[in-house]
């Protein structure tokens, strides 16, 4: 059996709105070594995949997730 635990509802926020707020320090723990997961759960046509995803304009989850990544691991290997 698995369980998990909603850490939070969100409401109409932009997209860096909810990375900050959920995912960047997800990623800061990834970044020292710490697992995580993230899943985007409603039901069809709630906007799961925009919020993931997102478009050129509007980012969502993984484009901010790849340049927190790479720009962090960038920089500590000139510093």
Same mark, same amino acid.
């Given at each position: 059996m698995v369980f998990?635990?909603?850490?939070?509802?969100?409401?109409?926020?932009?997209?860096?709105?909810?990375?900050?707020?959920?995912?960047?320090? &997800? $990623?800061?723990e990834f970044i020292k070594g710490k697992s995580g997961m993230l899943a985007a759960l409603g039901p069809s046509g709630s906007g799961?995949?925009?919020?993931?995803?997102?478009?050129?304009?509007?980012?969502? &989850? $993984?484009p901010q997730v790849l340049r927190h990544i790479f720009k962090d691991t960038e920089a500590s290997r000139y510093s």
């Amino acid at each position: 059996m698995v369980f998990f635990t909603a850490n939070n509802v969100i409401g109409f926020l932009l997209q860096v709105e909810v990375y900050d707020k959920m995912v960047k320090p &997800m $990623v800061d723990e990834f970044i020292k070594g710490k697992s995580g997961m993230l899943a985007a759960l409603g039901p069809s046509g709630s906007g799961k995949t925009h919020t993931v995803f997102g478009s050129p304009r509007d980012p969502g &989850m $993984v484009p901010q997730v790849l340049r927190h990544i790479f720009k962090d691991t960038e920089a500590s290997r000139y510093s």
